[in-house]
């Protein structure tokens, strides 16, 4: 899973939610709440994994839009020359971060 790490916290970028600290991997809960990485099944703390935490919303809006632009159904040329454009507006939008 592609994943971006901001102020310390790791975002998928395709749903651009928060992942698990330790793997960068979606967690689930137990039966009894509790909430673990689904990759090395620890325990971690709520907003990790379990979708409740967004990306910040500058990140979040640009990697909807660059999942929207670079989808599979545009040409590979296209995409490549988009995927550098998008490369450049991250590092801006990291460095105000």
Not at 2 to 12: M, Q, T
Not at 40 to 48: A, I
Request: proline share 3%; with cysteine.
């Amino acid at each position: 899973m592609s994943f971006i790490k901001v102020n310390g916290k790791k975002y998928s970028t395709e749903y651009q939610t928060r992942l698990t600290d330790c793997c960068g991997a979606f967690s689930t809960y137990d039966d009894h709440g509790s909430l673990y990485c689904k990759k090395c099944f620890c325990e971690v703390d709520h907003g990790q994994g379990d979708g409740s935490e967004e990306m910040p919303t500058p990140l979040k809006e640009h990697f909807q839009k660059r999942n929207t632009v670079l989808s599979k159904d545009k040409p590979k040329r296209l995409r490549e020359m988009w995927a550098k454009a998008f490369d450049n507006e991250l590092r801006v939008l990291l460095e105000k971060a």
